[in-house]
């Protein structure tokens, strides 16, 4: 049930304070109920009904991949539209390919040679019989050209139209437009930036520090800060290079950089007849490396006049252009609300779910009506906001490496958190899934609900928590962390949100006392349980329960703890639990209700409900859980066993310093030194590319070259050893 949350209401510090509390448990707070994101016609969408009457599209065409191409496919369905999935030769078993009524393969795995290549797919339109392409997010959606063209084929495109695109994609042209229409701007340089020298001439004019960033760019590529001359010119180059392999497109601009502010959207829809509404705004502020982490809607920071002139600043960018169809004004928010114009996104938006959770506007929907010619229902007054939205960006990345570079390989076990009510799941893949280093990492875009902030953040808890991942490296530790981190709670936030909480880079979840006892207590006992059902099996091997032995008395090790921990089972009213003891002083009782062969572990600490992932564990005593969403290695051993290790010879520590290994997968775009070079400490020795990001990689230390094992085109894998010096 939906409820009209109090707009621009500031909680208490005792309401934020009883948050923190409930979400550092994992306590279960959701209902259960059905959850409102199932997709339908009687789904979330309670402000959107498909009219059945209404003309429609026979045939779309999908011009992307993964969950956006899913996304659209959804939609379509519900619409009774027949879908046309494109894609590379390396997607040709993905869901979106499994999910569409039709499928063409354009090329092989890289984008520019298949999902940037216009002429295939138009190909595919005419092959197929389309009458519409949707374009999705990234790709093609910005992309003039390929607009114009499917026009003069008569073929609707998704979107606004070429014009608008044109005006508003360019990110030099349409702050020129912005300024023209009144709207409020960043200082920053009218035109193309065309080399590096002139790159530092603008920069200094504008005054540091400044946005490099490129004109034709989205999603965090092609954009980086610089301080003074040195970083301008890096930067310059680095994102000069990521624009041409994004977006076929390397004109740059330079403006100037407002620090630490906040990163906040405005959802806007319009359509061909001149109408357009605004469907309010997105909280954007976590991000690393200019791409958004976290996002969710309403905003905590925007009261209701401001969210006001936001809203009409950015449809009155749109009436400047003409435009129609759903976009995204950005603008950068100082701690006075003072609110600065950033650039217009003329595509579906990534976090467009949120928007839908809190208005009840299916986006998709809309913009396929729109592209048909009809008029939008739904007036200014009629768009409130119901309820909190947050949604966490579920990556193939590694978090503790700058919170998050690209991780690749096989979905081996996966299962999203769907089933739990109040969340949604915009995913791409499915178990048995490959991540590659083409694409982008994105696994999920987890998206919860709840009649306020702090219900859609204990549910992203427990979303999180439950939500099981193998085979891939992901960031679901960093997200866990955030949604519970005292400044996140409180909404003090900005885009430094990461540097600031974190200035030593993510580092996992730092236990207090009594969860490290909870992590501890629950290795013993699942050690405990392992053994029993070791010892029992010849004799129940179909059992689900086993006799568990009286006393199981272990050392664990967690990290540079070591504890003595005695679990004895026990019995009561008629329930098997474990009493667990630790050092004789601290004592716990542990249900006994979880099964060892379950990825996901619904425990009972003490009455208290709480959600741990076993991930591995082996006949050595090495037990590996997931716990607030940080993996935990531990050393489980029996008494006895523990007291003979300690004679064992500890291993060697090898020093690294010497070596630079590739700390992703990617793509080597060059490569600066060479055989018998001196190099200093922190110099470029090369740059590898994955996702389209480019990454610069330095020297560990001052020394000359020994060793170069990498040349410029080829394709590394993560831990490869790049150089190695003297």
């Known amino acids: 049930m939906h409820f009209l949350w109090t707009i621009g209401a500031r909680s208490s510090a005792t309401s934020r304070f009883l948050l923190l509390k409930r979400l550092q ?30 003309s429609k599209f026979s045939k779309i065409l999908i011009a992307n991949r993964g969950e956006i191409a899913c996304r659209v496919i959804r939609t379509c369905n519900e619409m009774g539209i027949k879908t046309v999935a494109v894609h590379s030769d390396v997607d040709a078993n993905s869901l979106f390919v499994r999910m569409a009524d039709e499928a063409v393969c354009i090329g ?32 093609l959606s910005e992309n003039t050209k390929f607009a114009k063209k499917l026009a003069d084929h008569n073929v609707e495109f998704i979107g606004p139209s070429s014009k608008s695109i044109e005006a508003m994609g360019d990110k030099i042209h349409s702050k020129i437009i912005a300024r023209k229409a009144n709207i409020s701007m960043i200082p920053g340089y009218d035109g193309e930036v065309k080399d590096e020298e002139e790159c530092v001439r603008v920069s200094n004019d504008i005054g540091y520090p400044v946005m490099i960033k490129a004109s034709a760019g989205g999603g965090g590529k092609g954009m ?13 180059r680095l994102c000069k290079g990521e624009a041409a392999s994004s977006f076929g497109d390397d004109r740059m601009l330079v403006e100037k950089f407002i620090d630490n502010p906040r990163h906040i959207e405005f959802q806007i829809l319009g359509d061909k007849h001149g109408n357009i509404v605004y469907l309010n705004e997105r909280e954007c502020s976590i991000q690393r490396r200019n791409q958004k982490v976290i996002e969710e809607a309403p905003s905590v920071f925007l009261d209701p006049e401001t969210r006001r002139k936001m809203g009409e600043e950015a449809v009155q960018l749109a009436h400047a252009v003409g435009y129609y169809s759903a976009g995204t004004v950005e603008f950068m928010v100082d701690s006075k609300r003072n609110f600065y114009f950033l650039e217009m996104n003329t595509r579906l938006q990534v976090e467009h779910p949120i928007t839908e959770a809190t208005t009840g506007i299916d986006i998709v929907h809309q913009m396929i009506r729109v592209a048909k010619g009809h008029k939008l229902k739904v007036k200014q007054q009629d768009i409130g906001i119901k309820g909190w939205a947050v949604e966490c960006r579920v990556y193939a990345e590694d978090p503790y490496k700058a919170f998050g570079l690209p991780s690749i390989g096989r979905l081996t076990s996966y299962k999203d958190p769907s089933n739990i009510p109040n969340v949604r799941c915009d995913s791409g893949i499915t178990e048995g899934s490959e991540i590659s280093l083409y694409y982008d990492p ?35 530790s960093l997200l866990r962390d955030i949604i519970t981190e005292n400044r996140f709670v409180k909404g003090d936030i900005s885009t430094k949100y990461l540097p600031q909480v974190y200035p030593e880079g993510f580092k996992g979840k730092q236990l207090k006392a009594e969860e490290r006892d909870h992590l501890i207590s629950l290795a013993a006992c699942v050690a405990a349980k392992k053994a029993a059902r070791d010892g029992s099996f010849k004799q129940h091997p179909q059992a689900s329960t086993v006799n568990t032995p009286k006393d199981s008395v272990f050392e664990v090790t967690l990290s540079d703890f070591k504890r003595k921990v005695r679990v004895t089972p026990v019995e009561k009213n008629g329930v098997s639990q474990f009493e667990v003891d630790i050092d004789g002083k601290q004592k716990s009782t542990i249900k006994d209700n979880f099964k060892l062969g379950d990825h996901v572990l619904n425990v009972d600490f003490d009455g208290q409900p709480s959600t741990m992932q076993l991930f591995k564990m082996d006949a050595t005593g090495n037990v590996t859980l997931i716990y607030l969403g940080t993996k935990y290695d531990l050393r489980v051993l029996p008494a006895r066993a523990a007291k003979y290790m300690k004679l064992m010879p500890a291993k060697k520590i090898i020093d690294h310093a010497s070596v630079l290994i590739s700390p992703m997968p990617g793509i080597v775009k060059s490569v600066s030194v060479k055989v018998g070079q001196r190099v200093s400490d922190g110099q470029e020795v090369c740059v590898v590319e994955a996702m389209k990001m480019q990454n610069k990689l330095t020297a560990g230390r001052a020394g000359v070259v020994k060793f170069v094992g990498i040349k410029e085109g080829e394709t590394v894998e993560d831990g490869k050893i790049l150089i190695e010096l003297e």
């Open 25 to 54: 448990s994992t306590q279960s707070t959701t209902k259960s109920s059905k959850s409102i994101f199932t997709y339908g016609k009687n789904g979330h969408y309670f402000r959107d009904q498909i009219d059945p009457s209404e």
């Open 108 to 139: 092989p795995a890289l984008a520019k040679q298949s999902y940037l290549r216009e002429d295939i797919i138009l190909d595919a339109v005419k092959k197929t019989g389309a009458e519409a392409v949707h374009p999705g997010y990234g790709f």
């Open 224 to 236: 980086r800060v610089a301080w003074n001359d040195k970083e301008a010119r890096e930067n310059f």
């Open 442 to 476: 994105l696994i999920c875009k987890l998206t919860t609900f709840g009649d306020n902030r702090q219900a859609a953040l204990a549910t992203m808890a427990q979303a999180l928590d439950s939500y099981v991942i193998r085979g891939v490296t992901n960031n679901i």
